[in-house]
Antibody, heavy 120, light 107 residues
């Protein structure tokens, strides 16, 4: 059974950093692309980035709102994907989800989400 | 960026009804359109990808159609558990973008 479990959320001051983890089970994380999507309180869904699978060299894409501040990486040994978030702003306050995207498909499995709160 | 719009923004329907939600892209996206269901406090659930392909385990009461810029999600035989917000998403061009959502209430 495919499962994704996010962790690492919490409260942080503006300008601070957090690293979110997305631990995968039931499949090999390097075989599929992984997307990160966030949802600010009471708002809709916002796609923020993707890491492609190992066959595509783990190349990444980012939304303009996070480019240069957020970095997605993969650790095959941990079967996990990470979202490093630097220079956090209050607008980054949201629930962050990781989701698997197989070739030819999109975001078929999602984690439960982890809350990031940026405030002074 | 490709802008996605949805209509209506909310709707109310009765048990047993069939409803249709419309999603429009600001430019052609071929068939790279997905639909998601989200219930309050829960993660989104994938329903449809590639405009009309059902994700594994999704009941056939959900169906999608369209091409180019105009797409629809149809839900038949509505049940109370279908009450949720539904989002469309294009994934032909980065950044992938979601519609603003359609909130479905079951009377």
């Amino acid at each position: 059974e495919v499962q994704l479990v996010e962790s690492g959320g919490g409260s942080v001051q503006p300008g601070g950093s957090l690293r979110l983890s997305c631990a995968a089970s039931g499949y090999i994380v390097s075989d599929h692309h992984m997307d990160w999507v966030r949802q600010a309180p009471g708002k809709g869904l916002e796609w923020i980035g993707r890491t492609r699978n190992k066959y595509r060299g783990y190349t990444t894409e980012y939304a303009a709102s996070v480019k240069g501040r957020f970095t997605i990486s993969t650790d095959e040994s941990q079967n996990s994907v990470y979202l490093q978030m630097n220079s956090l702003k209050t607008d980054d306050t949201a629930v962050y989800y990781c989701s698997r995207s197989p070739n030819g498909n999109i975001e078929d499995f999602w984690g439960q989400g982890t809350l990031v709160a940026v405030s002074s | 960026d490709i802008q996605m719009t949805q209509s209506p923004s909310s709707l109310s329907a009765s048990v047993g009804d069939r409803v249709t939600i419309t999603c429009r892209a600001s430019q052609g996206i071929d068939n790279s359109l997905a639909w998601f269901q989200q219930k309050p406090g829960k993660a989104p659930k994938s329903l449809i990808y590639g405009t009309s392909s059902l994700q594994s385990g999704v009941p056939s009461k959900f169906s999608g159609s369209g091409s180019g810029t105009d797409f629809t999600l149809t839900i038949s035989s509505l049940q109370p558990e279908d009450s949720a917000t539904y989002y469309c998403q294009q994934y032909i061009t980065y950044p992938f973008t979601f519609g603003p959502g359609t909130k479905l209430e079951i009377k």
